[in-house]
């Protein structure tokens, strides 16, 4: 099954920490990457192959996999951080990707 | 500089017909496989269609397949949509973007999007 589950919502403190699960029985085997999409724009990658982050994206955003959860933990979160943010797998073939529902992240 | 600029989309009634365009500049065309991935109005991201560099290859969600269908031109850096039989659940923001080969595998690069209306 391809199906993935986020938390629809995650509040946090500025400077405090965020953690984002995304849970399914694929994750485990396969590669995992995380976007983030500010209102009104596209989404842009925060983490490829589920721990690597991209050249410009800041330290905070890391990621994490264990069995079929994988996690993107913003740490130190700042006002900018407000989005939404969404998991991304792939099969093994590359020809089947799916996205999680998103998670909407806000920074009180 | 990467740009990726969609165009085609608008207001179609259910049942009809609609082709997308993506113009792609600034990038190795040959060396990605592109791919259409669209948002319903305040929902989230949905997986469309992918097509490989030399076109041999194309995959499809499983709401579009025998819907729609993706092509490309290699000389003209473009990609296609067409999507017939449209249905009400398909207006959204349809994205192109591109995965590179043998790089991050990630969706790198995003167009800005073009609105498919489906409404009668």
């Known amino acids: 099954s391809y199906e993935l589950k986020q938390p629809p919502s995650v509040s946090v403190s500025p400077g405090q920490t965020a953690r984002i699960t995304c849970s399914g029985d694929a994750l485990a085997r396969q590669r995992n990457f995380w976007y983030q999409q500010r209102p009104g724009q596209a989404p842009t990658v925060v983490i490829y192959q589920d721990t690597e982050r991209p050249s410009g994206v800041p330290e905070r955003f890391s990621g994490s996999t264990s069995g079929t959860t994988v996690t993107l933990t913003i740490s130190g979160v700042q006002a900018e951080d407000e989005a939404d943010y969404y998991c991304q797998t792939v099969n093994s073939g590359n020809t089947y990707y799916v996205f999680g529902p998103g998670t909407k992240v806000t920074v009180l | 500089e990467v740009q990726l600029v969609e165009s085609g989309g608008g207001l179609v009634q259910p049942g009809g017909s609609l082709r997308l365009s993506c113009a792609a500049s600034?990038?190795?065309?040959?060396?990605?496989?592109m791919h259409w991935v669209r948002q319903p109005p305040g929902k989230g991201l949905e997986w469309v269609s992918r097509?490989?560099?030399?076109?041999?290859?194309?995959n499809y969600g499983d709401s579009v397949r025998g819907r729609f269908a993706i092509s490309r031109d290699n000389a003209k850096n473009m990609v296609y949509l067409q999507m017939n039989s449209l249905r009400a659940e398909d207006t959204g923001v349809y994205y192109c973007?591109?995965?590179?080969?043998?790089?991050?595998?990630?969706?790198?690069?995003w167009g800005q999007g073009t609105l498919v209306t489906v409404s009668s």
């Open positions: 973007a591109g995965i590179r080969y043998y790089d991050t595998q990630a969706f790198d690069y």
């Open positions: 097509i490989n560099s030399d076109s041999t290859t194309t």
């Open positions: 600034g990038l190795p065309f040959t060396s990605f496989s």
